[in-house]
């Protein structure tokens, strides 16, 4: 049994660039450069606190920003901003 040539499955040629990757990342990368802004001028706030009411906002601090990257990045992927 040898493969014919013609038995080829059809060249799927890969998706053409589109224009949200790079003014996604830069819609990012502004985003994260205002927030770390924002946090970096309350520090002289949050250091006059006890370690352990430092730690939640700084936890907090270090998770909220996904929750508006993960609409962007689902923007970036799809065109659409949500699901």
């Given at each position: 049994?040898?493969s014919d040539p013609g038995d080829k499955p059809p060249y799927n040629p890969p998706d053409a660039p589109n224009w949200r990757a790079p003014v996604g990342m830069?819609?990012?990368?502004?985003?994260?450069?205002?927030?770390?802004?924002?946090?970096?001028?309350?520090?002289?706030?949050?250091?006059?606190?006890?370690?352990?009411?430092?730690?939640?906002?700084?936890?907090?601090?270090?998770?909220?920003?996904?929750?508006?990257?993960?609409?962007?990045?689902?923007?970036?992927?799809?065109?659409?901003?949500?699901?």
């Open positions: 049994m040898t830069l819609l990012m990368l502004i985003f994260l450069l205002v927030w770390s802004g924002i946090v970096v001028t309350m520090i002289d706030w949050i250091s006059n606190l006890n370690f352990w009411l430092q730690l939640p906002i700084y936890v907090f601090a270090g998770i909220i920003w996904i929750f508006p990257i993960k609409p962007l990045l689902l923007w970036i992927n799809t065109g659409k901003f949500r699901s």
